[in-house]
């Protein structure tokens, strides 16, 4: 394997009101240093992790408990499936936020300390305020604005359907990314089992086993790597597989995620799974047909797929709007329940 992967193309003095702009353009991953230098949250980071965690506790109103993943200290950070992935290595607890940051604190420094991770915790839900005085403004409609917070913790390579942006607030993180056409390469795990809600790489990348995952040596050629503090932010594009290290005993990181279609838009992970349920066991000359219908409809569509028909008569072929989408799911639940 390379010694280091290639790095993240970087961008230097950017002002986020330049962002609305730029991010439509971007369709590679970017790094944007000391994107949010100028929030308080980064710049009690940068005092002390006392000063982050106070910081972060003005905004807690103590009434909904946050969702905290626990692991013990011999997973060393890393939140994943147990031995023989019949369960997982970490359990959840809820816990007040306070208590959450009280113990983080309390474990800096220690020898064997356990992994604490708040994962994708909704900003405005938990935090309120926090998004007025820490303000990020991206051009999209109703992004959705998570905070995660722990100590050191290793998060297996996965993907995100919604575009992502993710800014250090405190802490140090390493952010490794390979391109969407590494999936064959990447050892993905089970779909509809998952430690978070996506599927991971099953290979450590800590000790990657070459002997039972060979293709990962062609994945790592492709990846891409930066180690960001605080003040700097990560854009992350759909599909990208990401795997994320937080590598101090104190880290935040806020992320926004969205999408460039209207919100009615169905989650394309749902059409993988019809597909799976109804196309993967057909013969290979009814796949590759399918295959055929899919380029035709879907994949290379053009103005010539509908040309012949007339505009009213179109249908689902036709340009979707909310009023479609819905009679379209109908239709799907009929034929799903027969």
């Known amino acids: 394997m390379p010694a280091t992967p290639g790095p993240i193309d970087e961008v230097r003095d950017l002002d986020r009101s330049q962002l609305p702009a730029l991010l439509p353009t971007w369709t590679t991953p970017k790094v944007i240093r000391g994107l949010v230098g100028d929030w308080p949250m980064v710049a009690a980071a940068q005092a002390s992790a006392d000063a982050a965690a106070a910081h972060l506790k003005q905004y807690d109103h103590g009434t909904l408990p946050v969702t905290a993943t626990t692991a013990p200290p011999e997973a060393q950070g890393r939140i994943f499936y147990n031995a023989d992935m019949s369960?997982?290595?970490?359990?959840?607890?809820?816990?007040?936020?306070?208590?959450?940051?009280?113990?983080?604190?309390?474990?800096?420094?220690?020898?064997?300390?356990?992994?604490?991770?708040?994962?994708?915790?909704?900003?405005?839900?938990?935090?309120?305020?926090?998004?007025q005085d820490n303000p990020m403004a991206l051009g999209v409609d109703d992004p959705l604005a998570s905070i995660w917070i722990g100590n050191r913790s290793r998060i297996a390579a996965h993907h995100d359907v919604p575009d992502n942006l993710a800014c250090v607030a405190a802490g140090r993180r390493?952010?490794?990314?390979?391109?969407?056409?590494?999936?064959?390469?990447?050892?993905?795990?089970?779909?509809?089992?998952?430690?978070?809600?996506?599927?991971?790489?099953?290979?450590?990348f800590a000790a990657p086993d070459l002997d039972r995952f060979p293709r990962f040596e062609r994945a790592w050629a492709s990846a891409q790597v930066a180690e960001l503090g605080?003040?700097?932010?990560?854009?992350?594009?759909?599909?990208?597989?990401?795997?994320?290290?937080?590598?101090?005993?104190?880290?935040?990181?806020?992320?926004?995620?969205?999408?460039?279609?209207?919100?009615?838009?169905?989650?394309?992970?749902?059409?993988?799974?019809?597909?799976?349920?109804?196309?993967?066991?057909?013969?290979?000359?009814?796949?590759?047909?399918?295959?055929?219908?899919?380029?035709?409809?879907?994949f290379a569509a053009g103005a010539d797929a509908t040309a012949h028909i007339p505009e009213h008569a179109r249908g689902v072929l036709g340009p979707l709007d909310e009023a479609m989408a819905a009679n379209v799911r109908s239709v799907l639940r009929k034929r799903l329940d027969r």
């Not at 936020?97 to 915790?121: E, F, G, Q």
Request: aromatic letters at 14%.
């Open 87 to 131: 369960g997982f290595n970490f359990r959840r607890e809820q816990i007040p936020l306070k208590v959450v940051l009280d113990t983080l604190l309390k474990y800096r420094n220690a020898p064997a300390a356990p992994t604490i991770y708040v994962a994708s915790t909704t900003l405005d839900s938990f935090l309120p305020g926090f998004r």
């Open 230 to 298: 605080p003040g700097d932010a990560v854009f992350i594009p759909s599909l990208w597989w990401h795997h994320m290290e937080g590598l101090d005993d104190f880290n935040v990181l806020v992320n926004y995620w969205w999408r460039p279609v209207p919100a009615w838009t169905d989650a394309p992970m749902n059409a993988l799974m019809l597909s799976l349920l109804a196309l993967r066991s057909l013969p290979p000359a009814q796949r590759r047909q399918w295959r055929a219908m899919f380029d035709h409809y879907v």
């Open 174 to 204: 390493r952010v490794t990314l390979f391109p969407p056409d590494q999936v064959g390469n990447l050892y993905v795990g089970p779909l509809d089992f998952t430690p978070a809600g996506q599927a991971v790489s099953l290979v450590d």
